[in-house]
Each structure stands twice: as C-alpha cells, then as structure tokens.
Nanobody
C-alpha cells in the first residue's frame, strides 16, 4: 500500500507560479511511475503530467511548456512546478502512483492522493 499526500496548493494570480509536492509513504517510490491529475468544478478528472521510474516525462497538451514534473526518490517526493498559471488551471490537483506511465496516462493508477486545491484568479 502506498499513501500519497499532496501539498503546496493555494491562491495565485494569473501569470504566477506554484509548486505542488506529493509525499509518498513507501520507500520504493522510485519503482513507480508517478503522475498529476486535476479536476475542475463540474468536469471530469483529467491527466496533467507523468514521470516514469526512468525519469521520462509526459504532459497533457494543456500544460506542456508551463508545468514541469520531477521526482526526488531520496525524499520519496514528486513535484509539479506550475508556471504561467491561467484561470482555467483552477482545479483540485491529485497525485497518483502506478506501475507504468501507461497506467497514469490511461487514468488507471494504483494509488491516489486526496488532492490539493489550486485557484488562479484573473
């Protein structure tokens, strides 16, 4: 079992930046693919970014060039650096862990965090 706890959300103005963190309970986090999803009010949860155990990264078109996913296996933590934020980025952001990047991008990870709210004001 892997427990994931997100932090770093908050309120920011358009054009600003935030860095989300996802701390995992398990020391073998390095063997998992990790990802970030988001869910805006009234919308379905959508994939945002993923990072493989090999550090290969994948991004949704909507965040490519603005968001960066990274991992620190020594700290069992995954990050999402979000720059040039837009009001449409407002959502609850969820961290996820899976056996492969494919399980992340297909929205079928093994573990989910509880989410952290990100609000971007115009």
């Amino acid at each position: 079992q892997v427990q994931l706890v997100e932090s770093g959300g908050g309120l920011v103005q358009a054009g600003g930046s935030l860095r989300l963190s996802c701390a995992a309970s398990r020391r073998t986090l390095s063997t998992y693919a990790m990802g970030w999803f988001r869910q805006a009010p009234g919308k379905e949860r959508e994939f945002a970014a993923a990072i493989a155990s090999s550090d290969i990264t994948v991004y949704a078109d909507s965040v490519k060039g603005r968001f960066t996913i990274s991992r620190d296996n020594a700290k069992n933590t995954v990050y999402l650096q979000m720059n040039s934020l837009k009001p449409e980025d407002t959502a609850i952001y969820f961290c996820a862990a899976g056996q492969s990047v494919l399980t992340i991008t297909s929205t079928n990870p093994a573990y989910w965090g509880q989410g952290t709210q990100v609000t971007v004001s115009s």
